[in-house]
């Protein structure tokens, strides 16, 4: 997969990063959702990042409209149409997937599929759904929140290359004594300490549960919330010293300690969730993909650090950290600045 996105060159060469990333994931992602043909079909990657970005941009210029004028507005945005071409594309791509699978069905002639178009009837339980709607939807939370948290790792690994030889060390040891299986994913835990500080330094959200009070509440603290009232909880602790000590500083071995200390083995994953690390939110609607999500930049990362090395251009910046609403993201516009 990285052979055609990264190359097979020995020579050092630019790249941009963000746009190679989407597509990565954008493979990975569809190899589980959609199987092996799709999944490196060029139409089906062009598909789904024009949705997730078309969706992106019709959201955020509707919300600068009225509620009640946004169906109006909506008729005359480029982005709109983008969005209806996207859906039309792919129930033609998808829904011919689907007719092929039901034919050799019909034969008898069908393989064993193990993805998530095959699993779908079974979760609809006979009630009628979309499969163009689901695979992108499913696109639009998976593909850019994953690439942009490989992007910020890659970056945190140029600022800070001692953990680089670690990281293939453990890699190297884990594959050899258990092979390619999600228990070496799981065993890879200075990759995942390495995960976990870089989210924890910078979040792709600076808030989490957000919730609106159906009826009127009295918190814990004493705290009156009236009916419709909107709450937010902001990750202030992913930076507070008495959570964290030296906060700001990437420490990626934070949590591979954290992991040896009796009671705290399952507190200190990755795709763990508490009140003092919101990344991924808490509780009952705590993000359901993030096991999905830490599986697949496992993977990725366990590929890119085994085959490649990587830097910033001569002379190039980091890239800075733009702020969207309560978001955070790397510039798009830096991260072209890469050399591997």
Known sequence: MLKDSWTDSKEWHRMHVHSVLLTDVARVSSRVFLGEKLCRDPELLRITTSYTHALTMTVGKLNAWPAPLRPIVQRFLPYTRE???????????????????????????APEYADILEWLPQIAKGRTYDPALVQLALSFVAIHTA??????LLFDLIEHPEYIQPLRDEIITVLKEGGWKKNSLYNMKLLDSVLKESLRIRPINQTSIQRIAEVPITLSDGTKLSRNTLSIVPLVRHWDAEYYPDPNTFDGYRFYRLRQERGKENLSQFVST??????????????????????????IMCHVLLKYEWRLLEGAKPPQVLKHGFSLVADPFMLPNYAV
């Open 83 to 109: 969005l209806q071409q996207a859906v039309k594309d792919a129930r033609t791509l998808i829904g011919g997937l689907v007719k092929e699978r039901a034919a050799l069905k019909a034969k008898g002639e």
């Open 147 to 152: 690439a942009d948290m490989v992007g910020q």
């Open 274 to 299: 508490s009140p003092d690390y919101l990344s991924f939110g808490h509780g009952l609607h705590a993000c359901p993909g993030r096991f999905f999500a830490s599986n697949e930049i496992k993977i």
